[in-house]
């Protein structure tokens, strides 16, 4: 998660209004580790999710598979 929360803050700079959402096992040194980076105002920890839902929310950003 390091070097894509890193990444993201890059993003952040140029594209203030972007979001990160992470689906899948969340630790607390993850959500820890995004407000040390300065970027857990735009990033959503979903948690586990049923594949199909997972799919839904891939859709609904317009990201490819």
Do not use: C, N
């Not at 140029?14 to 857990?40: F, N, R, W």
């Amino acid at each position: 998660p390091i070097s894509l929360f890193t990444a993201f803050a890059s993003v952040l700079r140029e594209h203030p209004d972007a979001s990160l959402h992470i689906y899948g096992t969340v630790s607390e040194q993850m959500k820890i580790l995004a407000a040390e980076k300065g970027i857990d105002h735009a990033v959503s920890f979903q948690g586990e999710v049923p594949q199909r839902e997972l799919a839904h929310a891939m859709q609904a950003t317009g990201a490819r598979t």
